[in-house]
Nanobody, 124 residues
Framework: QVQLGESGGGLVQAGGSLRPSCAAPGRIFKRYMLGWFRQSPGKERDFVAA????????YYADSVKGRFTISRDNAQNTVYLQMNSLKPEDTAVYYC?????????????????WGQGTQVTVSS
């Protein structure tokens, strides 16, 4: 079993920024596409962003496009999610995940490895 590790969530005021990160074993990180998902109470876990192994291809949910940026540091086996202009509706537990498909997918069922999540709370 491979467990990813998120950190960097927290409490921030609307309009602020956070940059959670996710570390993964190199055997996973350097081959798989990594993604970020989020889940708030009463809602399904939704896709946020994903990045290819090279980092050359990135994908974003419409709700975060233009505000969030996903990036990878393969040398550090770490993926980041830069979140700017945060809104209260961004409040959720954020999870990073890896898919063995190696290509873009936004479906939670396609991701094989998950972290335990990091809480992001945006106050108004």
């Amino acid at each position: 079993q491979v467990q990813l590790g998120e950190s960097g969530g927290g409490l921030v005021q609307a309009g602020g920024s956070l940059r959670p990160s996710c570390a993964a074993p190199g055997r996973i990180f350097k081959r798989y596409m990594l993604g970020w998902f989020r889940q708030s109470p009463g809602k399904e876990r939704d896709f946020v962003a994903a990045a290819s192994w090279s980092g050359g291809s990135t994908y974003y949910a419409d709700s975060v496009k233009g505000r969030f940026t996903i990036s990878r540091d393969n040398a550090q086996n770490t993926v980041y999610l830069q979140m700017n202009s945060l809104k209260p509706e961004d409040t959720a537990v954020y999870y990073c995940a890896a898919t063995v498909l190696g290509g873009y997918t936004y479906r939670t069922s396609d991701y094989n490895y998950w972290g335990q999540g990091t809480q992001v709370t945006v106050s108004s």
